[in-house]
Every structure is written in structure tokens, then in C-alpha cells.
């Protein structure tokens, strides 16, 4: 029973040891050069991080990763013609493309696509 109690004492005493030490090397590296600069984004982090961007980029941004994922809609159905119907797919294709040509011609004459206004 007693050597239960001194290992105890004994761990309890180097939790606390090592608790301590961390305490104090932790509020000697809180000033650190590193902590204190920008972060790999480029933003100041004692900055508001609400900064504004330009909305003309995001929508052009947007407009991109829309085409994108169309392009890697399209790709496969060549693939797929070879097993299918190849009247079915045509009509599939065209009217996937004049959809896509619709909404282009919508951004473009809502002005979505000019840069500068």
C-alpha cells in the first residue's frame, strides 16, 4: 500500500514538473518572430479579416469552374457513344451545349463578364 502511494506521489510530482517547464517555455516563445508575420496566404494576421476582393473576380472564377465541371460532363459521353444510341446522344449533346450557349449569352448580357465597368 505504501509503494502504491510513492508512485503515485512520484507520478503526480512529474506531471506537475513537466507542466510547469511547458508553462515556461511556452511564454517565452509567445513574442516569436514567426507568429508575428504574415501567414503563407500573404494576409497580415493583426488585420480585419474582412478585407474586400474584387466581386468581378469571383464571379469569373465561378463562371470558370462552372465550364470546367461541363467539360468533365462532356468527356465521358464520347466514350459512351460507342455502346449506346448515337441519335439519342446527339440530342443529349446539343442540348446540353445550347444550354450552356444560353447561359453564357444570359452572363454576358447581364455584363458578368466585363472586367472593367
Excluded at 510530482?13 to 508553462?23: D, E, L, N, P, S
Excluded at 517555455?25 to 474582412?50: H, L, T, V, W, Y
Excluded at 446527339?90 to 445550347?98: G, V
Aim: proline fraction near 3%; include cysteine.
Amino acid at each position: 500500500m505504501f509503494m502504491i502511494l510513492i508512485n503515485m506521489i512520484l507520478a503526480m510530482t512529474v506531471a506537475i514538473v513537466m507542466m510547469m517547464m511547458c508553462t515556461l517555455i511556452s511564454k517565452s516563445s509567445k513574442k516569436d518572430q514567426e507568429k508575428s508575420s504574415p501567414f503563407e496566404c500573404g494576409f497580415d494576421p493583426k488585420s480585419s479579416a474582412r478585407s474586400p476582393f474584387s466581386i468581378q473576380f469571383f464571379l469569373i472564377a465561378v463562371l470558370f469552374l462552372i465550364f470546367d465541371i461541363e467539360i468533365a460532363i462532356m468527356l465521358p459521353i464520347i466514350l459512351t457513344m460507342k455502346w449506346s444510341m448515337s441519335s439519342t446522344w446527339i440530342i443529349t449533346i446539343s442540348l446540353f451545349i445550347i444550354i450552356l450557349i444560353i447561359g453564357l449569352y444570359h452572363e454576358w448580357n447581364n455584363g458578368v463578364l466585363k472586367w472593367a465597368n
